[in-house]
Antibody, heavy 121, light 111 residues
Framework: QVQLVESGGGVVQPGRSLRLSCAAS????????IHWVRQAPGKGLEWVAV????????YYADSVKGRFTISRDNSKNTLFLQMNSLRTEDTAVYYC??????????????WGQGTLVTVSS | QSVLTQPPSVSGAPGQRVTISCTGS?????????VHWYQQLPRTAPKLLIY???NRPSGIPDRFSGSKSGTSASLAITGLQTADEADYYC???????????FGGGTKLTVL
């Protein structure tokens, strides 16, 4: 069965960096785009970034552009999110989500359980 | 403020029918981009409920249905059950933002 397992969350001070990982299994990882979606405490879902199946195309939400970098290692079935210059408003649960049939206009059919990032001094 | 607008809450009695609206604009739903719906039960990850405006993934009961018209879309739930109490989110693509967009979410309460 499809599994997505995020890790790397924690408490970090404003201005510092953190790298999240998402380990995938149960499907052919290299054939699908993968997204990061976040949810601030008590708030709704916010799309963060997406990377295409081969890593050649990457798209970001304006709120993280220039600070976050999405990447993947298809040999290890793992997705990453490098988060730099973190702000308090980046505090959220971060989900990785598998693309279904279209990188940007389609849905995500499987989601991980999420990892909590808290940005606080 | 979310690009797609949903009512913050809806409610209904067991067995009743409710609808949740999702209103966008000419750069997303109105441009013809598909709308997808997710259900998020308390303290869990979102789950795909409807894709491509009106299609159900395997395992989703036909009590859930979606529709789209113009710059809006709707999710309908019939035969309400207490297990349906959750937050529901619509999602589409916005050409002005060049990215996916979500509605603010709607909390369904089954009275």
């Amino acid at each position: 069965q499809v599994q997505l397992v995020e890790s790397g969350g924690g408490v970090v001070q404003p201005g510092r960096s953190l790298r999240l990982s998402c380990a995938a299994s149960g499907f052919t990882f290299r054939n699908f785009g993968i997204h990061w979606v976040r949810q601030a405490p008590g708030k709704g879902l916010e799309w963060v970034a997406v990377i295409s199946d081969d890593g050649s195309n990457k798209y970001y939400a304006d709120s993280v552009k220039g600070r976050f970098t999405i990447s993947r290692d298809n040999s290890k079935n793992t997705l990453f999110l490098q988060m730099n210059s973190l702000r308090t408003e980046d505090t959220a649960v971060y989900y990785c989500a598998k693309d279904d049939y279209d990188l940007l206009t389609g849905p995500s059919d499987y989601w991980g359980q999420g990892t909590l990032v808290t940005v606080s001094s | 403020q979310s690009v797609l607008t949903q009512p913050p809450s809806v409610s209904g009695a067991p067995g009743q029918r409710v609808t949740i609206s999702c209103t966008g604009s000419s750069s997303n739903i109105g441009a013809g981009y598909d709308v997808h719906w997710y259900q998020q039960l308390p303290r869990t990850a979102p789950k795909l409920l409807i894709y491509g405006n009106n299609n159900r993934p395997s395992g989703i009961p036909d009590r859930f249905s979606g529709s789209k018209s113009g710059t809006s879309a709707s999710l309908a739930i019939t035969g309400l059950q207490t297990a349906d109490e959750a937050d529901y989110y619509c999602q589409s693509y916005d050409s002005s933002l060049s990215g996916r967009v979500f509605g603010g979410g709607t909390k369904l309460t089954v009275l």
